[in-house]
């Protein structure tokens, strides 16, 4: 059911500022910064071996990431699982007993099909299903 980890999302205030500490002292390169209105975030990609790392920084007060900086603070905010078939995993999420915040997918950064489950349903973590299109994840 699970590939990999395909992300880890991290949640700051600057994407400007954050990105040295990956690029230069992790030597992390940077794969791009992409804009999804639709969350009202800017996101940095940066590649991580297998895996990526997710830089989501708000651009509007009244954006979700905004909303957890200002409660949680910087840091972690979400780990995403790469699978296939999402529609699929979120009809077995839910067979499983699991709230999902995404009954149906939408569409993420860079284009992935994306539905989260909500962290009361998963140990307190906030879990991305995440279905990379068109290319492998």
Same mark, same amino acid.
């Given at each position: 059911?699970? @590939?990999? #980890?395909?992300?880890? +999302?991290?949640?700051?205030?600057? %994407?400007?500022? *954050?990105?040295?500490?990956?690029?230069? #002292?992790?030597?992390?390169? &940077?794969?791009?910064?992409?804009?999804?209105?639709?969350?009202?975030?800017?996101?940095?990609?940066?590649?991580?071996?297998?895996?990526?790392?997710? &830089?989501?920084?708000?651009?509007?007060?009244?954006?979700? %990431?905004?909303?957890?900086?200002?409660?949680?603070?910087?840091?972690?905010?979400?780990? *995403?699982?790469?699978?296939?078939?999402?529609?699929?995993?979120?009809?077995?999420?839910?067979? @499983? +007993?699991?709230?999902? %915040?995404?009954?149906?997918?939408?569409?993420?950064? +860079?284009? *992935?099909?994306?539905?989260?489950?909500?962290? @009361?349903?998963?140990?307190?973590?906030?879990?991305?299903?995440?279905?990379? @299109? +068109?290319?492998?994840?």
């Amino acid at each position: 059911m699970i @590939k990999k #980890v395909d992300h880890i +999302g991290i949640a700051v205030n600057s %994407i400007e500022e *954050a990105i040295p500490f990956y690029t230069e #002292v992790l030597s992390l390169p &940077l794969l791009g910064i992409e804009e999804v209105e639709s969350e009202k975030v800017r996101v940095a990609f940066l590649k991580a071996g297998e895996s990526k790392i997710e &830089l989501l920084e708000p651009t509007s007060e009244d954006s979700p %990431i905004a909303r957890y900086i200002k409660k949680r603070g910087e840091g972690i905010h979400h780990v *995403a699982l790469g699978v296939e078939s999402i529609g699929e995993r979120i009809a077995e999420m839910k067979a @499983k +007993g699991i709230q999902m %915040i995404n009954e149906r997918p939408k569409t993420g950064a +860079g284009g *992935a099909l994306v539905a989260f489950m909500h962290p @009361k349903s998963s140990g307190g973590v906030l879990c991305e299903l995440c279905e990379q @299109k +068109g290319k492998e994840g």
